[in-house]
């Protein structure tokens, strides 16, 4: 009796969808920049319910007229001029026009060492690309799982 | 005339006056899902119950001041009376800063001191010229030293000669505790248990499990294996803030190879996270972040360096930050230092034995020194001549 064989989850990536580089450096970038975030989750605050009339809603005025006595506050003067974030802040800065060294050129400078590689599933080392998204694998099993949960999409 | 002393990390801040001890408070406020309407500043952390999901909110952005109402909001309750009770019109404050700082950013904070709470005087510096300070204090013989200071949000080399900073030979890698607690909270979430929103958890995980190995292919054969052969696999227990408050690890004893424990608590199985997470600070590519790791850093920062000054500078590592907390950090970079520099030249890398709180004792002996009062600038001297005798008399 012929026992069928499982098709190779190799071979069969032939077919598939490839991401062009660009694309590629899209998706790891926004891979750091979640590295970068304080909270995964939304501020427990913003998910209570909305305050019913006994609450104190803030005072949003629709008239010119209390918006001008607002502004003299100190508290006000204060928001205005230092909420910025880091990306405003950094802009503001100017750092093309200075002198070196500044933030920007303390920057470690790229590695001469090669990369290393690691599955991205298991985290072990790995010699295998995804010839779909580019990253790591190690087997065939983790390959598997890197296309139903990673390659294509992001699930988690 | 009192002094206090502000170390203002990105995560924690390390205060006290200079006359005592200093605590390590966290420089940020909380909300926790429990309590949703209170937001916590600072150490009222204790008072949170059940810190599950806890939610930062934090006054840095990539290790720069940015968010100046909620750091108003932890100032105000480190000065205030809960805590250290400043008399502002009696007290000097020595505040940190991060290499490079804003320009803009520095005139917020001058405005601040002296406007706001209206010290008598300040003295804004680096952290790491504090802690070269208390480095030469103590090894007065020493010309040279270079820090590494790895914290929250980056890690920085930063030569000092002769107490001057060697500004051109700073290096800053973009990879602090945060992104290594964020990289471990990652692969967790992804290989075994949903914990994304539990920062403070995991956090709490990378300081008690993570460590830099001393030769990493092999610790990574060594995680592959099965059975009691994997000695780098650990189980790690979860708390649940009702019976067990704090997570802590599995004694070896009790570890069922399985991973199914009848006492029903939630489990980690760790291994290669355990030394792949500290390994992104010695090769950021590692994630695809295209940066040197801290030894090619610190060799590419000597080597801009006068050549005379070099063998000082490889002799006197100083570790600061809480990431060179990780076991075998010190070990590590000696090792791969060793086979970078020239033979010739010794290597020597050391580990304070209180590496959070070094630049704050470095604050305290400057804050006792003779010619502490030349160094200031005073309320009067800020309203007098505003931002410009600041920029004069602070070297950030």
């Given at each position: 009796m012929v026992v069928e064989k499982k098709n190779s989850a190799r071979v069969e990536a032939g077919q598939r969808r490839v991401l062009d580089d660009a694309t590629r450096q899209r998706r790891l970038s926004r891979q750091l920049e979640a590295l970068e975030k304080d909270n995964f989750q939304d501020d427990p605050l913003s998910s209570l319910p909305a305050p019913g009339p006994t609450a104190r809603l803030p005072a949003f005025s629709e008239t010119e007229e209390p918006e001008k006595k607002k502004r003299k506050t100190r508290g006000d003067h204060f928001k205005l001029r230092f909420r910025k974030n880091f990306t405003a802040l950094l802009e503001e800065e100017n750092l093309a026009d200075k002198p070196e060294p500044n933030y920007l050129s303390a920057l470690a400078p790229p590695s001469s060492l090669p990369p290393r590689h690691f599955c991205?599933?298991?985290?072990f080392p790995s010699n295998y690309t995804c010839t779909t998204c580019g990253g790591r694998y190690c087997c065939v099993k983790c390959l598997i799982t890197h296309r139903e949960t990673r390659c294509l999409k992001w699930t988690l | 005339m009192a002094t206090l002393v502000l170390d203002n990390g990105a995560y924690t801040a390390k205060i006290g006056y200079s006359s005592d001890q200093v605590s390590v408070i966290p420089n940020c406020q909380f909300r926790s899902k429990t309590s949703r309407m209170k937001t916590f500043t600072a150490n009222q952390l204790d008072e949170i119950k059940d810190p599950s999901a806890l939610f930062y909110i934090l006054p840095f952005q990539k290790g720069y001041l940015v968010n100046w109402d909620v750091q108003r909001k932890v100032w105000d309750h480190l000065f205030g009376k809960e805590m250290f009770k400043v008399d502002f019109a009696e007290s000097s404050i020595v505040i940190s800063e991060p290499y490079f700082n804003f320009t803009s950013i520095q005139e917020s904070m001058n405005e601040i001191l002296f406007e706001e709470y209206r010290f008598q005087s300040a003295l804004r510096i680096n952290a790491g010229s504090l802690s070269a300070r208390g480095y030469f204090r103590s090894e007065p013989y020493q010309l040279c030293c270079l820090l590494v200071d790895s914290g929250f949000s980056f890690t920085h080399i930063a030569p000092y000669c002769r107490g001057s900073r060697m500004k051109d030979g700073i290096r800053r890698i973009n990879v602090g505790g945060k992104l290594l607690t964020n990289h471990l909270k990652e692969i967790i979430s992804y290989r075994q248990l949903h914990v994304m929103d539990e920062t403070h958890v995991i956090n709490q995980v990378k300081e008690d499990v993570c460590f830099v190995s001393q030769d990493f292919y092999k610790d990574m054969a060594v995680a592959q294996l099965k059975g009691h052969d994997n000695t780098v696999m650990r189980d790690y227990v979860l708390p649940d803030f009702s019976a067990i408050k704090k997570g802590f690890c599995k004694p070896a004893d009790q570890v069922v190879l399985s991973g199914k424990y009848k006492t029903g608590e939630q489990i980690l199985r760790l291994a290669n996270e355990r030394f792949a997470v500290p390994e992104m600070l010695f090769h950021p590519s590692d994630i695809g972040i295209q940066e040197m790791g801290i030894p090619e850093a610190i060799v590419d920062s000597v080597q801009s360096l006068s050549e005379d000054m070099q063998p000082h500078m490889y002799g006197n590592i100083i570790l600061t930050g809480g990431?060179?907390?990780?076991?075998g950090f010190r070990e590590r970079l000696e090792a791969e230092l060793r086979s970078l520099v020239p033979a010739h030249i010794p290597v020597k890398v050391t580990l304070p034995n209180n590496p959070i709180t070094y630049a704050w004792e470095g604050g305290k002996l400057l804050a006792n020194d003779p010619d502490y009062e030349e160094m200031v600038v005073t309320r009067d001297d800020y309203e007098e001549n505003g931002h410009f005798v600041c920029e004069e008399k602070f070297d950030i």
């Open positions: 991205c599933v298991c985290g | 990431n060179v907390l990780f076991p």
